[in-house]
């Protein structure tokens, strides 16, 4: 890997996160695709109310 690039691994129970930073791009891999699932509902709703809260009104 180059120096932009840094890679980390996290075991929690049975389920492997591998975070890898490339420059301002975090990408999240998880060995458990309903744990993905799950972290990436709450992503999505969490950014929908910060949109929500940034319109002006």
């Not at 890898?20 to 929908?48: D, P």
Request: aromatic share 8%; proline share 2%; charged share 30%.
């Amino acid at each position: 890997m180059s120096s932009d690039v840094e890679g980390d691994q996290f075991d929690i129970g049975t389920t492997s996160i591998r975070l890898v930073h490339a420059g301002k791009v975090v990408q999240i891999l998880f060995s458990s695709s309903l744990e993905a699932t799950l972290l990436y509902e709450e992503l999505s709703e969490r950014y929908k109310r910060a949109e929500e809260g940034l319109r002006p009104g």
